[in-house]
């Protein structure tokens, strides 16, 4: 007997609340966005919210001048209460009620979902869930993309948002963290206001029936240490901390200090060459206390060309020596990466970068870019602001595998949000609310 219960809206109960340490403690799959300069800026972090993806990372920002500057943290840094989402989580026991459903956790009632990519031949897989248009930034509450759990044992559980620094120093970063976690008080509409311009902001305004939130900004720092840009790496920054395993133990004591044991925070690092070292890193991070670690599996020095390594990841997880749960990172461009990612490696949750730029629907199933994410994309950047080159490459980015070379160049050539939004208007997509 299906015992799932249906919700309305007003109906669910409230999310739990969890760190992303409890998640990938507690949670079967976590789906999380990387941390990408430039890209996982508000309103991406936000589309992906509503496609299963449980968390997400601001772009790196640099924590000297983040705690040093109002201008560099308006310009880097902006967010709102209702940028995470809500989703039903598995967890890792779940009872015998499992046979009811199908090898996806599914019921019955779920299969058979929307479709609505561009081309037919790139059908959404099996795990597709109903996505509903979601009224952009109006609410800050937020509902799962389905009102029916998957199974009676799903939990409904809030996303995470972490912020990324790069610092080569433990107090500029214990300063950013400090700064960055600063609990909002009240709520006015000039921070709605800042949400739309894409300010530094630190309340969003609450509906007039709905409690005054208290909720930090970000659920948690992370600090990178994979970085390979040569002017990073001269700077003493990302991932030339890759070999000071004790800079980043006293930057993460430093945090700790600051900010009490804990405040979570985590690190992203690279697989080396040599695997020694990526074993003293790992566990001199852990016994610095960190929450959880990012492997990306390719090395300093590779290209993102060269194929991600799952033994290099398997290798640091085991370095962990389960004493921290571990996220993978490299190559996650389809499902089934997802699902070679956990198995081959032993990671608990699975973080994507390019492949969630080319479909920001991957974790709900989609094989390709939805049509509806592209109409919610362009109404969360024309809601929030996003400047018009990041725009337009996101536009593309979705696009890619379903353009010509004729669309390519047409795209490019393109100087305005309404020129881009007529172009889509073109290809069948639909927008409510005009920017
Ligand atoms: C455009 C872009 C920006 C990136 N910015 C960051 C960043 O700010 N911080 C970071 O740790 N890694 C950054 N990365 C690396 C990604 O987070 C990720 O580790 C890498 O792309 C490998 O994942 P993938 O194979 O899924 O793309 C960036 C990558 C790209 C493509």
Redesign the pocket.
């Known amino acids: 007997m299906r015992t799932t219960e249906y919700y309305k809206p007003e109906e669910l109960p409230e999310p739990e609340v969890l760190t992303m340490r409890q998640m990938l403690d507690e949670m079967e799959e976590v789906h999380v966005l990387?941390?990408?300069?430039?890209?996982?800026k508000l309103p991406f972090r936000h589309l992906v919210s509503m496609y299963e993806t449980h968390v997400t990372?601001t772009?790196?920002m640099l924590a000297p001048e983040f705690s040093r500057a109002q201008t560099a943290r308006i310009s880097d840094f902006a967010s709102s209460h209702s940028e995470r989402g809500v989703f039903w989580m598995k967890p890792r026991k779940t009872g015998g009620r499992q046979e009811e459903y199908d090898e996806l956790g599914r019921s019955n009632a779920d299969s058979g979902l929307e479709a609505n990519t561009f081309a037919s031949s790139s059908a959404s897989s099996s795990r597709t869930t109903t996505v509903d248009r979601f009224p952009a930034v109006k609410s800050s509450r937020r509902s799962p993309s389905s009102l029916n759990p998957p199974s009676p044992d799903h939990r409904l559980v809030r996303g995470n948002l972490i912020a990324?620094f790069a610092s080569n120093n433990g107090k500029s970063l214990a300063d950013a963290c400090e700064i960055i976690s600063v609990l909002p008080e009240t709520t006015t509409d000039e921070d709605e206001d800042n949400a739309k311009t894409g300010g530094f902001v630190g309340e969003e305004q609450a509906p007039v029936d709905e409690p005054v939130r208290s909720e930090r900004l970000v659920d948690g720092v992370?600090l990178?240490c994979?970085?390979p840009q040569p002017w990073a790496y001269s700077e003493g920054i990302?991932s030339a901390l890759l070999r000071k395993p004790d800079l980043v133990a006293d930057m993460v004591k430093q945090v700790h200090a600051r900010m009490g044991d804990d405040f979570a925070i985590s690190v992203?690092i690279r697989v080396d060459d040599k695997p020694e070292l990526t074993e003293r890193l790992v566990q001199t991070a852990i016994h610095a206390n960190v929450t959880h670690l990012t492997i990306?599996g390719?090395t300093r020095h590779q290209p993102?060309t060269a194929p991600?390594s799952l033994p290099g990841i398997r290798f640091a997880v085991e370095c962990a020596k389960g004493e921290v749960p571990c996220v993978g990172?490299?190559?996650?461009?389809e499902y089934g990466d997802v699902d070679d990612m956990r198995r081959v490696t032993g990671v608990k949750g699975v973080?994507?970068?390019?492949?969630?730029?080319a479909n920001p629907a991957l974790f709900a199933g989609y094989s390709s870019t939805p049509k509806h994410a592209v109409e919610n994309f362009v109404e969360l950047a024309t809601s929030y602001g996003l400047a018009y080159n990041l725009f337009q490459r996101h536009v593309s980015y979705m696009l890619e595998s379903t353009m010509s070379k004729h669309d390519r160049l047409y795209l490019n050539s393109l100087g305005s949000y309404s020129g881009i939004t007529d172009w889509l208007e073109d290809r069948g997509l639909q927008f409510s609310g005009r920017c």
Request: some cysteine; hydrophobic content about 35%.
């Open positions: 990387a941390p990408l300069v430039r890209c996982s990372h772009p790196m990324q992370d990178n994979g970085c990302g992203k990306h390719r993102s991600v990172n490299g190559d996650i461009w973080m994507a970068a390019r492949g969630l730029l």
